[in-house]
């Protein structure tokens, strides 16, 4: 089955990390686009990054400077670090695929909830 | 950054209505446009992509048209499952960018 895990998400303080995972089965995640997508409470969908295949990467300018996308092609698993976390930062993190070809995130995971208070 | 906006903000209809949501771009954005279903604790679901092309799986009551800056979700006939918020997003152009959602009541 094709599917996405996210894990990693927890209370912090402001100024604090965290690392989310997203961890995938029934493909191979360096052979597709991945973003990571925010909500935050009572608010929309917001992109935070995307690591393209060919293993580039692009951020929102919410998050440059703070956050990391990267992944582990050995554990086909897609990382977001989050780091000098603020209160605004709360959110549902989720991850996606972005098949080569179609320009969308067809696959996503449940998401995973990041807390940032004091 | 590519602005999106999405009208109406909510609505509320019944069972075997037809409903259209409109999403609009700030600049042309060719047929790079996606639709996707949220409901609550679930997964966002692509409904359609570039446009107009519906996602495997998806029931053929969602049609997505337009192009340019102007597009519309249009369900043809609403089933109680359709209970959700619908967003438009835009992949012509990181940063990627979604429009606010419209939430979908059923009457």
């Known amino acids: 089955e094709v599917q996405l895990v996210e894990s990693g998400g927890g209370l912090v303080q402001p100024g604090g990390s965290l690392r989310l995972s997203c961890a995938a089965s029934?493909?191979?995640?360096?052979?597709?686009?991945m973003n990571w997508v925010r909500q935050a409470p009572g608010k929309g969908l917001e992109w935070v990054a995307v690591?393209?295949?060919?293993?580039?990467?692009s951020y929102a300018d919410s998050v440059r400077g703070r956050f990391t996308i990267s992944r582990d092609n050995s554990n086909n698993t897609l990382y977001l670090q989050l780091s000098s976390l603020t209160v605004e930062d709360t959110a549902v993190y989720f991850c996606?695929?972005?098949?080569?070809?179609?320009?969308?995130?067809?696959?996503w995971g449940q998401g995973t909830v990041a807390i940032v208070s004091s | 950054d590519i602005q999106m906006t999405q009208s109406p903000s909510s609505l509320s209809a019944s069972i075997g209505d037809r409903i259209t949501i409109t999403c609009r771009a700030s600049q042309s954005i060719s047929t790079y446009l996606n639709w996707y279903q949220l409901k609550k604790g679930k997964a966002p679901k692509l409904l359609i992509y570039a446009a107009s092309t519906l996602q495997g799986g998806v029931p053929s009551r969602f049609r997505g048209s337009g192009s340019g800056t102007d597009f519309i979700l249009t369900i043809s006939s609403l089933q109680p499952e359709d209970s959700a918020t619908y967003f438009c997003q835009q992949s012509y152009r990181v940063p990627l960018t979604f429009g606010p959602g419209t939430r979908v009541d059923i009457k």
């Open positions: 996606a695929r972005v098949p080569r070809g179609i320009d969308a995130s067809d696959i």
């Open positions: 029934g493909f191979t995640v360096s052979n597709n686009h």
């Open positions: 690591i393209y295949a060919g293993g580039s990467t």
